[in-house]
């Protein structure tokens, strides 16, 4: 890969796989923020949007690339949750059109 592309990826959320960072895992941005724990506090719904985002100094595009990342290639829970969200979504986040996405699901807590 050479140094354009990098720099034109390094602009737009992504999910990145590196052996010497989280043993592996995918993480967002080439941190070392993993996508599993972006997801499973979104998903939890202990905090707001914007606490997360600036606990893990992330935007709210990382986040929609992580929830979509785990819709489609997540283990089967994330696919049932999040599946049908991540197809009709694909469109736009694939063209950054992060404000007209709305936000995945979230666990909803019986009162």
């Known amino acids: 890969m050479n140094k354009l592309s990098r720099a034109k990826i390094g602009k737009y959320p992504h999910v990145a796989f590196a052996p010497y ?4 895992s995918p993480t967002i941005n080439n941190t070392q923020t ?3 724990t972006i997801i499973k506090r979104w998903w939890c ?3 707001t949007l914007e606490l997360m985002l600036e606990d893990f100094s992330i935007t709210r595009g990382d986040l929609l690339v992580a929830c979509w990342y785990m819709g ?3 283990t ?8 049908q969200w991540a197809k009709d979504n694909s ?9 007209t996405i709305e936000l995945p699901p979230q666990y909803e807590r019986a009162l």
């Open 45 to 47: 719904a202990t905090e």
């Open 21 to 24: 960072m989280r043993f592996g």
């Open 76 to 83: 089967g829970v994330w696919k049932r949750r999040w599946g």
């Open 72 to 74: 489609i290639y997540g």
């Open 91 to 99: 469109a736009d986040l694939w063209h950054s059109r992060f404000d």
């Open 34 to 36: 993993a996508v599993e």
